[in-house]
């Protein structure tokens, strides 16, 4: 077993990751499910999503994910890091309780987006989950990156700003689903 700087061993450290996850995945999930109930309009109808407007499910789905800095530092890391040091059976605990929130959470999106199906809606969370894990650390650099930046204006545009590119993929995304049912086999989402 190795142990870290700080001297806790990297399992002990993985497996306090893990729970660290779970926990702000539970905050997180609590915290949508309730902005996502608590104004009678706050998830309309996705429609509105083909007709341009700035659809507020989709805003309220990313400012939640993006207000919680420290559950996004850990999504991006849980795959590489944290799930490959840590016993199969914490996993299996983990993904199993991971799964039941984006159920539950799919659950929440399809009951306030009519017009997006089950599967779908449990798709749109999914997909938020995973697109944040590879958007978060492109959107929060290092700060010698950040530094590289503000020399160089010409690679700023390397840098995107978290919340509004996490809003336009879900965008992209749920429009795809309601002008392509058929992408519902192909995803594997078939019923």
Avoid at 45 to 71: H, W
């Amino acid at each position: 077993m190795s142990t870290s700087a700080a001297g806790c061993s990297t399992s002990a450290a993985a497996t306090v990751g893990l729970w660290v996850i779970t926990v702000h995945a539970r905050l997180g999930g609590i915290a949508l499910a309730s902005a996502s109930r608590s104004g009678g309009s706050e998830l309309p109808d996705v429609r509105d999503v083909l007709q341009g407007s700035d659809p507020p499910g989709i805003t309220t789905i990313a400012r939640t994910i993006a207000e919680r800095p420290l559950f996004c530092d850990l999504i991006s890391e849980m795959s590489a890091v944290l799930e490959r040091n840590v016993s199969a059976a914490a996993v299996q605990a983990f993904k199993s309780q991971s799964l039941d929130k984006v159920d539950d959470l799919g659950a929440v999106v399809a009951d306030r987006m009519p017009d997006l199906d089950g599967p779908h809606a449990r798709e749109t969370i999914a997909a938020a989950l995973i697109i944040t894990a590879g958007l978060w650390p492109i959107a929060n650099p290092a700060p010698h990156v950040t530094a590289m930046y503000a020399e160089d204006p010409a690679l700023t545009r390397a840098h995107v700003d978290f919340e509004d590119r996490l809003q336009q993929l879900l965008s992209t995304l749920i429009t795809g689903f309601l002008v392509a049912p058929e992408t519902r086999e192909r995803a594997g989402c078939g019923s």
